[in-house]
């Protein structure tokens, strides 16, 4: 007699926001987003290995998003279903009973939040519904990673306590209660809260490798972009992430084709950057302006630094194009940066992702957000410039002027000593350019 066999994952559009709801502290709703899709990935990579091997067919039973959606994000090769019922026990129980009503007589439905299950794993649970009627997967939080059938059972999913240490005592007891018999598998761990991330670290081995993210934030940048992204990736990067603030013009599009991940947040800087450090996977993250470009080699540079016990560090800062008074610009910058440890954000920060996310990221500031986070850090450890420089553009020089600009810049750092507001800094910032602009 053949079988029909079935693997059913339940899983959800990575929508920031609605997805990982209890990592969103550790990594911000972006990065529980981004952390989601990758498990998923992995998850439906291990289905496709199983059927591969056996010919066992795969259904995504989805939340969130739609059909086109989920079929753009995970292919095409496999049937896709949205989710039906209250609670996670009805949306079992009618996945299950729409399985069977197509004619399965095996079927064993996952997560995709455990990235320890195998193929083999799998595998070895659709063997087991060849002698027991259940079979478990128990999880280490005391639910389950898995659980298979071979017909439908009543009321196994209703009364269960969801989301606590109780769900696979419960529903052994609720199994016993029909006299049904299970097997259980090797006990697994899901990553659920920031305890778990260790987890996926261990397994994966994606964040806690020599890798390095490169993060962009962008306002209207699609003149600027494109060289910033190229100068990025000649260093082999991880990735390139670029924040798009709202743009009006062509940023996004520019940023896509130049071949950066590009994500949409809310406008502001500190607010960017702490979202595209959210998505981030590598070890070490870098954050450049969208007017810099970073020097041939810039990653040997910033693992040199960091592996030698910095806490971070920034580039030499350079000017591209020439103006009068460009020199002295440099002169001054430069020494800031190395005799009082102050370099700026257009000087390309970089730090460990795990200190940037002990520190809290940037500090969600209309402007100086560089500044407080730059002497934060210098509270933390030891802050190194590398020997290379980055070249960022003349723009604001031309249009100002170098003392009318080195002005406004010194009046704004007083004010922040003096406990202006960082919202009236902002506001004084704004109107003096426009000012400098109009005359």
């Known amino acids: 007699m053949t079988h029909q066999k079935k693997l059913i994952i339940f899983t959800r559009y990575p929508e920031p926001g609605t997805t990982k709801t209890r990592l969103i502290g550790a990594l911000g709703a972006y990065g529980a987003a981004e952390l989601h899709r990758q498990m998923a990935e992995t998850a439906v990579g291990v289905a496709r290995e199983l059927s591969a091997s056996t010919g066992i067919a795969i259904e ?24 039906i019922g209250m609670d996670l026990g009805e949306r079992m129980d009618n996945a299950f009973n729409a399985g069977f009503n197509q004619g399965c007589d095996r079927i064993v439905l996952i997560g995709s939040d455990c990235p320890e299950l195998t193929a083999d794993i799998l595998e070895e649970a659709f063997k087991a519904l060849d002698h027991h009627p259940v079979v478990l997967g128990p ?12 017909k439908r059972l009543l009321n196994i999913f209703q009364d269960i306590p969801w989301g606590t240490e109780n769900v696979l005592k419960e529903t052994c007891k609720a199994l016993s209660s029909i006299e049904v018999s299970c097997v259980l598998l090797e006990q697994l761990s899901d990553v659920d809260t920031p305890e778990d991330l260790h987890i996926w670290e261990e397994t994966q081995g994606a964040w806690n490798n020599n890798s390095l993210s490169v993060i962009i934030p962008a306002l209207n940048e699609s003149a ?13 990067p991880l990735e390139v992430i670029v924040v798009d603030g709202g743009s009006g013009d062509d940023t996004v599009q520019v ?43 810039y990653p040997v540079h910033i693992r040199k630094i960091l592996n030698d016990s910095a806490i971070g560090g920034a580039f030499r800062f350079g000017i591209a194009q020439p103006f009068s008074g460009r020199r002295l610009v440099e002169w001054m910058t430069n020494f800031r ?7 700026y954000g257009d ?13 809290g990221g940037y500090k969600p500031m209309p402007i100086m957000e560089d500044y407080e986070f730059i002497r934060r850090l210098r509270r933390k450890g030891r802050i190194v410039i590398a020997d290379a420089t980055v070249l960022t553009s003349g723009r604001r020089w031309f249009w100002l ?39």
């Open 337 to 343: 940066a190395r005799h009082f440890l102050m370099p």
């Open 60 to 83: 995504i039973q989805f939340a969130g998003g739609d059909d086109s959606r989920m079929r753009q994000w995970l292919g095409n090769d496999m049937e896709y279903v949205g989710q």
């Open 401 to 439: 002027g170098v003392l009318r600009t080195t002005l406004i810049n010194q009046l704004v750092i007083a004010g922040y000593h003096c406990g202006v507001a960082p919202e009236k800094l902002g506001k004084f910032y704004r109107n003096a350019k426009n000012w400098q602009l109009r005359c």
């Open 139 to 150: 999880a280490t939080d005391g639910g389950y990673y898995l659980i298979g059938l071979k």
């Open 224 to 236: 600027q972009i494109q060289a910033a992204i190229q100068s990025a990736r000649k260093g082999f």
């Open 255 to 297: 940023a896509s084709k130049a071949g950066a991940t590009v994500i949409q947040s809310p406008r502001g800087r500190a607010v960017q950057m702490n979202a595209g450090a959210g998505i981030s996977r590598g070890c070490y993250l870098l954050f450049l302006h969208a007017d810099t470009r970073l020097p041939d080699g």
């Open 347 to 359: 000087q390309a920060i970089f730090i460990r992702r795990q200190d940037f996310i002990e520190m």
